[in-house]
């Protein structure tokens, strides 16, 4: 603290920003539930259709929903809060990419592991958070 001012809570601006964040969130978080909810019981993804694409595709668009309340997130932020975020993605997106490789080397050796894809996404949204929340605390 610098001043009589400063507070060690959050500001009311702080608040409000996170509280816009839980809002564009939120529902994009829930038509993500909901959207795989609705796949696996009527998409068929098993079957022969060619529906079957458009049912597997369909949480696609709530994810770009989560893409959307994360980018007016950031620009909601402030510069230093931005800069934490950015360096927190920065990690997320490089463990990522060294699991797109694995998973790609050992696809090309003749493993293929169905689910591998979700564990490269697993692992770098776990990253991106264990480094948002390390950034944070320094």
């Given at each position: 603290?610098?001043?009589?001012?400063?507070?060690?809570?959050?500001?009311?601006?702080?608040?409000?920003?996170?509280?816009?964040?839980?809002?564009?969130?939120?529902?994009?978080?829930?038509?993500?539930?909901?959207c795989i909810v609705a796949v696996v019981r009527w998409g068929g993804l098993d079957g022969d259709s060619p529906w079957r694409f458009a049912?597997?595709?369909?949480?696609?668009?709530?994810?770009?929903?989560?893409?959307?309340?994360?980018?007016?997130?950031?620009?909601?932020?402030?510069?230093?809060?931005?800069?934490?975020?950015?360096?927190?993605?920065?990690?997320?997106?490089?463990?990522?990419?060294?699991?797109?490789?694995?998973?790609?080397?050992?696809?090309?050796?003749?493993?293929?592991?169905?689910?591998?894809?979700?564990?490269?996404?697993?692992?770098?949204?776990?990253?991106?958070?264990?480094?948002?929340?390390?950034?944070?605390?320094?």
């Amino acid at each position: 603290m610098t001043s009589k001012l400063d507070t060690a809570g959050p500001s009311r601006g702080d608040r409000a920003r996170a509280r816009a964040y839980l809002l564009d969130f939120t529902p994009a978080t829930a038509g993500y539930v909901v959207c795989i909810v609705a796949v696996v019981r009527w998409g068929g993804l098993d079957g022969d259709s060619p529906w079957r694409f458009a049912w597997a595709l369909l949480p696609v668009v709530p994810v770009l929903a989560v893409v959307r309340a994360v980018v007016r997130g950031l620009r909601r932020s402030d510069e230093y809060a931005q800069l934490l975020q950015v360096r927190a993605l920065a990690v997320g997106f490089a463990v990522a990419m060294v699991g797109c490789v694995v998973v790609g080397m050992l696809a090309l050796a003749g493993l293929h592991l169905t689910p591998a894809p979700w564990f490269v996404v697993g692992a770098g949204m776990l990253s991106w958070a264990v480094a948002a929340a390390v950034t944070a605390r320094r």
